[in-house]
């Protein structure tokens, strides 16, 4: 048997969710919180934070949520240029939960040895991320559902996780189990969940621990994050016996990895569309993948290395992904419902107005675009461009704001509501330094959104950076195909500003990408591939400058952010030129730099292709190979 399986109902509907009180217990916290308020003080805002697996933004999924629009995005702003920095689970919620870059925390993969949550312990993070920094500024923290990767059966008390005082988290190999789950209570053993609803069990846990903080709001705000599978594909461990039970080291077959492209991944666990709950099966029954331009493209591949190779779908292919997207959209109803009961609930203890509500996604998906099977880990806008939307005090409502923001903006967003990050600048910038940040806090109110169109006042880019393997997750129609590809190593940057809209992305194979997303909306013009040359794709000039100039200042901008530390991610211009009289791209364009870019700065290079974050594998390092621009002359012919 695996462990204890508990009696609560699958399906549970809408209504009585709400009227659960689970009887969960803090573990609590004996000093006095730096948050604490008496009467006539302001009260510290409280934060509830939803956290979906695998949403898209670019796929529609937000236009079938009818829940999410009404309670959320018509009551506050939706970010429309978020992105993740990382397109896979565990490193992107490492990223988002320390505010660092995926470069430095090192957590680069879902799984050890180059990540999941024995990669996120050795590292240190236990006690240097959100939830324990939050807990020093006098918060009560909760969570229910799923952490990271790779946190099991096994070793979920090796250590404990740190910095709850209630959580309740999924744990492998049975986290993507829709009707399978296995959640693990504070320091209590596992609990199976075998037959019920996944979603709609930590939808329960999470209406427990809202009335579990209200009942101490007085005293100390909260923070709950909660995080559902949904609409992740269902992942169902593969064990080397036909029995359906568990043993001691079982989990560790989820984290297996193939050594080559040709070894099938589903030796380790078997990958289906995502599971709804059975109230929602029946819906959407003719909806199908959007047909935009770059889904299954006929006339050639896109993009470069393994991308590049890739077939035309077959109408069987298509058909049964037009089936895996209808089950993603089934699948992320309970999501909504979710959202709903959230909301009743802080209204139902008087707690709405004074509460901060995030909503999005760890990566987002594609599925059919550029003729890629269902997934992520590419650097494609489907699978970096994800949901974000942010109701609270302050925050406009119906808003849809233009700024850039990232996951490792999240992070430094909550610290400042909780009062842990200064409003000066300078103090904002000490603090920054003394949590190590690598993004900086999102701005929330109508003033704040103004002050961030200003120029200079706002970073305009996106650090994009993956290392290692890329799997589909749906079938496998050609015969001989792999689902797994072994070398997926690449470094990009992403950058929006006035009249420009680019990717620019370097990979350890030696290739390069440019797309310009003003001109090229769908990615499917590689501007720096042969190909395009010979087609006349290509075009001659960029912002009114020749291409290569265009690339020699993005190159250089990622030689900078591919390594960067705490303001040199925010302010990487400021890194090339310290004077500060180039803000952004346009400032970088004038012709008294082109020599300093095009001819005399570093280029960026891999010196050989690795699965993992390893320095001496990374080519030239801006901090001890670069050059820094300083009134006409290079920084090492001053020095």
């Known amino acids: 048997m695996r462990f204890s399986v508990v009696t609560l109902a699958a399906g549970v509907p809408l209504s009585t969710a709400f009227a659960v009180d689970s009887g969960q217990k803090s573990l609590g916290f004996e000093h006095k919180p730096k948050g604490t308020t008496t009467e006539g003080e302001k009260k510290s805002p409280n934060i509830v934070f939803i956290l979906t697996d695998d949403q898209d933004l670019h796929l529609q999924s937000l236009d079938y ?19 993740c920095t990382t397109a896979i689970c565990c490193p992107a919620r490492v990223s988002l939960w320390t505010g660092k870059q995926a470069h430095n925390t090192n957590v680069t993969d879902v799984s050890p040895p180059y990540g999941g949550y024995p990669k ?59 009707l399978n789950a296995t959640f693990q209570r504070n320091r209590d053993p596992p609990i199976s969940y075998e037959g019920q609803y996944s979603v709609d069990v930590l939808a329960e846990k999470a209406y427990g621990f809202l009335d579990e903080a209200a009942k101490n709001v007085h005293n100390r705000p909260f923070f709950l994050g909660i995080a559902p599978i949904a609409p992740h594909s269902n992942v169902e461990p593969r064990f080397p016996s036909s029995s359906s039970s568990s043993s001691s080291s079982d989990s560790a077959t989820l984290h297996r990895r193939p050594t080559n492209e040709h070894d099938d991944i589903e030796k380790s666990v078997s990958f289906t569309p995502p599971i709804p709950a059975a109230r929602h099966a029946h819906l959407f029954p003719d909806v199908i993948v959007p047909r935009t331009p770059h889904f299954n493209p006929s006339s050639r591949a896109s993009g470069v290395s393994w991308i590049a190779r890739l077939p035309h779908q077959s109408a069987e292919n298509v ?36 509460t901060y509500v995030f909503y999005t996604a760890d990566n987002g998906y594609h599925i059919g675009q550029h003729r890629l099977q269902p997934g992520k880990e590419c650097g494609f806008e489907e699978d970096i461009n994800v949901p974000l939307i942010v109701r609270g005090p302050g925050v406009k409502k119906g808003e849809v704001a233009e700024v850039v923001t990232s996951h490792v903006d999240l992070a430094p967003t909550v610290l400042k509501l909780a009062g842990a990050l200064g409003d000066k600048e300078s103090k904002e910038e000490e603090e920054e330094e003394e949590y190590g940040l690598d993004g900086e806090a999102i701005p929330l109110t109508a003033e704040d959104l103004a002050q961030a169109k200003a120029k200079g006042k706002r970073h305009e880019h996106v650090t994009v950076e993956y290392w290692g ?12 195909a792999t689902r797994y590809w072994t070398n997926n190593t690449y470094k990009a940057v992403k950058i929006l500003g006035e009249r420009y809209n680019m990717y620019y992305s370097v990979w350890c194979s030696g290739e390069h990408e440019l797309y310009d997303l003003q001109t090229d909306r769908y990615q499917l013009n590689n501007i720096l591939d042969s190909s395009s040359l010979v087609t006349g794709k290509t075009p001659a000039t960029l912002l009114g400058v020749p291409v290569q100039k265009v690339v020699a200042r993005l190159d250089s901008l990622l030689f900078v952010l591919k390594s960067c530390k705490g303001k040199t991610c925010i302010r990487p211009w400021e890194a ?54 300083r009134d006409g002359h290079r920084w090492d012919q001053w020095v």
Do not use: M
């Not at 949520?65 to 992105?83: C, F, I, N, S, W």
């Not at 959202?339 to 203890?349: D, I, S, T």
């Open 65 to 83: 949520l009818p829940l999410l629009k009404k309670y959320l995005a018509d009551e506050g702003t939706t970010y429309k240029r978020h992105y």
């Open 120 to 178: 996120f312990i050795s590292q240190g993070f236990n006690e240097a991320y959100l939830p324990v920094w939050l807990q020093k500024a006098g918060y009560d923290t909760y969570y229910t559902g799923k952490l990271f990767n790779a946190h099991t059966v096994d070793n979920y008390d090796a250590p404990y996780i740190a910095g709850w005082n209630g959580s309740d988290f999924l744990l492998d190999p049975y986290t993507y189990s829709y």
């Open 319 to 354: 058909a049964f992904n037009d089936h895996f997207y209808r089950q993603r959209l089934r699948a992320l109803q309970s999501v909504d419902e979710l959202v709903a009961g959230v909301v009743a609930r802080l209204e139902r203890h008087g707690l709405l107005e004074n």
């Open 469 to 480: 393997f890329a799997v589909s997750e749906g079938r496998v129609f050609e015969k001989d």
């Open 576 to 629: 090339l030129h310290p004077a500060g009289n180039v803000q952004n791209l346009h400032d970088a364009l004038s012709s008294r730099f082109d020599s300093f870019y095009e001819k005399e700065q570093k280029r960026v290079e891999f010196d050989r292709c690795e699965r993992g974050y390893i320095v001496e594998a990374e080519g030239p390092q801006f901090e001890t190979d670069g050059l820094v621009y």
